[in-house]
């Protein structure tokens, strides 16, 4: 991407830039452009992390045979069981 530039013409960006903001908000500028690329950086990890998170089987505790059918059997249960509104 700057294979063809020089330190010449990186020295006249420089001076071009220094002259537009003036030394005084080059240090303002470059603040608040740190902060955007952290604040990305913290998003772009944020959502990898809860994509994998949704993604990778959680570390439950494996069932036995017995705690299978009865988790089953009361999912089944509360499924059939009408919902009574308390008056």
Do not use: H, Y
Not at 33 to 39: Q, S, V
């Amino acid at each position: 991407m700057f294979g063809n530039l020089g330190i010449g013409e990186l020295l006249i960006i420089m001076v071009v830039i220094l002259l537009l903001f003036g030394a005084k908000r080059i240090p303002e500028i470059a603040g608040s452009m740190g902060k955007g690329i952290r604040e990305f950086k913290r998003n772009v990890n944020e959502a990898t992390r809860g994509i994998t998170s949704e993604t990778m089987p959680q570390n439950e505790p494996r069932l036995t045979a017995a705690e299978l059918e009865q988790r089953r059997a009361a999912e089944e249960r509360d499924r059939n069981e009408p919902k009574r509104l308390l008056t």
